[in-house]
């Protein structure tokens, strides 16, 4: 088992930034690979970014490139997103997640933690 616990989420405005932290413990987390995903109210949970064991590797969805960044610690069993030049259309619930590979969809993870809200005010 793996648990995840995410924090950083807040209420800023557009163009702000912010800090997601994911917190893993149990299983050895530098073992797995780590996803962020976000879910809006009446919309589909999407794919945000993801990133390999050892870092290598990172991915992106179409909305968050260039702004968002992934990255990993693994001696402190962290993840990251960072967040830049946030939009109101980035409000959601931000979930990470681990898995063994970095796969762009939420079925191939099988951690989830519970969720950190961001809202981007216009």
């Known amino acids: 088992q793996v648990q995840l616990v995410e924090s950083g989420g807040g209420l800023v405005q557009a163009g702000d930034s912010l800090r997601l932290s994911c917190v893993a413990s149990?299983?050895?987390?530098?073992?797995?690979?780590m996803g962020w995903f976000r879910q809006a109210p009446g919309k589909e949970r999407e794919f945000v970014a993801a990133?390999?064991?050892?870092?290598?590797?990172?991915k992106y969805g179409d909305s968050v490139k260039g702004r968002f960044t992934i990255s990993r610690d693994n001696a402190e069993n962290t993840v990251y997103l960072q967040m830049n030049s946030l939009k109101p259309e980035d409000t959601a619930a931000y979930y990470c997640?681990?898995?063994?590979?970095?796969?762009?969809?939420?079925?191939?993870?099988?951690?989830w933690g519970q969720g950190t809200q961001v809202t981007v005010s216009s």
């Open positions: 997640a681990a898995g063994t590979y970095d796969y762009t969809k939420s079925t191939g993870y099988t951690y």
């Open positions: 990133i390999s064991t050892n870092g290598a590797r990172t």
């Open positions: 149990g299983r050895t987390s530098s073992n797995y690979a």
